[in-house]
């Protein structure tokens, strides 16, 4: 059974730091792409960052410069480093995965099949 957990999520003030992270199982091997996402209520489900497992990395504008996308695959887990955090950060992150996603076309486009449950960031 395929699955995807993310953890690492609380609150923080302006100006502080998180880590999530996304624990992967049931994959055969590695996923060719694999994101993280976010959606603030009200508002639609925002793409974040991608990367691919071979370490090609996109972000989002608004945290190109705050935040890193990482993976260790022996683990099956990616990273989300996310500093400098602003209120506008808040929302339910999520991370979600296409193993068989070419990847020159990993990023905000790609149909990813496969989505965590999510783990909630507060900034205040």
């Known amino acids: 059974q395929v699955q995807l957990v993310e953890s690492g999520g609380g609150s923080v003030q302006a100006g502080g730091s998180l880590k999530l992270s996304c624990a992967a199982s049931?994959?055969?091997?590695?996923?060719?792409?694999v994101a993280w996402f976010r959606q603030a209520p009200g508002k639609e489900r925002e793409w974040v960052a991608s990367?691919?497992?071979?370490?090609?990395?996109k972000y989002l504008d608004s945290v190109q410069g705050r935040f890193i996308i990482s993976h260790d695959n022996r683990k099956k887990t990616i990273y989300l480093q996310m500093n400098s955090l602003q209120d506008e950060d808040t929302a339910t992150y999520y991370c979600?995965?296409?193993?068989?996603?070419?990847?020159?076309?990993?990023?905000?486009?790609?149909?990813?099949?496969?989505w965590g449950q999510g783990t909630q960031v507060t900034v205040s």
């Open positions: 049931g994959f055969d091997d590695s996923s060719n792409c």
């Open positions: 979600a995965s296409a193993p068989k996603e070419r990847w020159l076309s990993c990023g905000s486009r790609t149909n990813f099949p496969y």
């Open positions: 990367i691919t497992n071979i370490g090609g990395v």
